[in-house]
Each structure stands twice: as structure tokens, then as C-alpha cells.
């Protein structure tokens, strides 16, 4: 079966969600956000998860309903978690089911798209904001070599919708 979804990889803050609802309107396909589906499925919020069964047990959760993704019959942009691509074997896993792709940012935009954002994220919470940048930039450091392995990278740096439709043409 040819593969038909596209994942959306990259650092918290990083524009997953604004980026895919666009590239999904544009291409015609659905969208969904995988952190909104465990929400669903859970019953309970992300931090509600963190907090009541620990990272491993979030992890777990991630990658079932990753999983489930392969059940969706339409075409359908995914915005995945920050830290989606770095646990188990998630890479492969969206590999298999579809097309990947890298956000890049650096750590001064994420920083400031994680402050001025509502969502609460447990990752971060507890790193006063003065040393925010700095924890972005070592933690992201470990987790490239997960987001390199997408198929297809792109700086948010000046992105315009047309240059991610062109990758998908
Ligand atoms: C996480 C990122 C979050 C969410 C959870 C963990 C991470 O998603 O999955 O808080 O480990 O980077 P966003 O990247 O959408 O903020």
C-alpha cells in the first residue's frame, strides 16, 4: 500500500501544529495531533499523565496510539510530541506508515514559542526562564539524532507554506 500520511517531527515549540493544520488544508488531507488523541484516549491531560504515571508510562501511551495512526483510511498530517521521535522504536514505526519531516528551530524561537504558549508542558515546567535556552539547546542536541533520520528537514527560519507543499508535490 503506498504510504500516505506525513509525520511532522520536532523540538516542543517548534511549530508542528500551526505548520500541519496549513500543510493539511493545502494538500487536502486530514490532520490530527497525536497529543490530543492520548488526551482523548486517556481521558486526562498530558500533565495529568506526567504526573500521575510518570515519563516511561506517558512513552508507552505515545506509542500505542501512534500505532493506532495506521488504522486512519484517510491521508492525514500527524503533529507528533517533541519527544515522540526518541522513544521505542518510533522513528521506524513512522517511517513504515508514512513520510517524516524535521522542523527546525533554533533554541531561542523554541523558547520563545514554549513562553508564549498556554499549553503546559511537563518537560520544561520546572526550568526557571532564564536557563530555558540553554536546557533547549543541550536537550535538543540529544535528540537530533532521532529528528535526522526524518526524510525531509526544514528551518522554520522564514518557512513559507508553498515551501512545504513543494516537498509533498
Ligand atoms: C513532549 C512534548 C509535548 C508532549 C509532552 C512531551 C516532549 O508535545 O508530547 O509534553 O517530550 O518534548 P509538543 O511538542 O507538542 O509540545
Not at 499523565?49 to 506517558?58: D, T, V
Not at 500505542?64 to 507528533?80: F, H, P, Q, Y
Not at 523558547?111 to 533547549?136: C, G
Request: hydrophobic share 40%.
Amino acid at each position: 500500500m503506498e504510504t500516505k500520511h506525513i509525520f511532522l517531527i520536532g523540538y516542543m515549540g517548534c511549530g508542528k501544529s500551526y505548520w500541519g493544520k496549513r500543510l493539511a488544508d493545502s494538500l487536502n488531507f486530514d490532520f490530527v495531533d497525536l497529543d490530543d488523541l492520548i488526551e482523548n484516549r486517556e481521558v486526562m491531560s498530558i500533565p495529568e499523565i506526567f504526573k500521575k504515571y510518570g515519563e516511561s508510562s506517558f512513552r508507552k501511551r505515545e506509542q500505542k496510539v501512534l500505532l493506532s495512526i495506521g488504522e486512519l483510511k484517510n491521508s492525514t498530517i500527524i503533529s507528533t510530541g517533541g519527544g515522540a521521535p526518541c522513544f521505542h522504536d518510533n522513528m521506524s514505526v513512522m517511517s513504515t506508515m508514512g513520510r517524516t519531516l524535521f522542523l527546525e528551530a533554533h533554541p531561542a524561537i523554541l523558547k520563545q514559542n514554549i513562553l508564549k504558549s498556554d499549553d503546559e508542558r511537563p518537560i520544561v515546567k520546572a526550568i526557571p526562564e532564564e536557563e530555558l535556552e540553554a536546557y533547549i539547546a543541550n536537550h535538543l542536541k540529544e535528540r537530533m539524532p532521532f529528528y535526522q533520520q526524518a526524510q525531509f528537514k526544514v528551518n522554520v527560519k522564514g518557512l513559507e507554506l508553498s515551501d512545504l507543499v513543494d516537498l509533498f508535490k
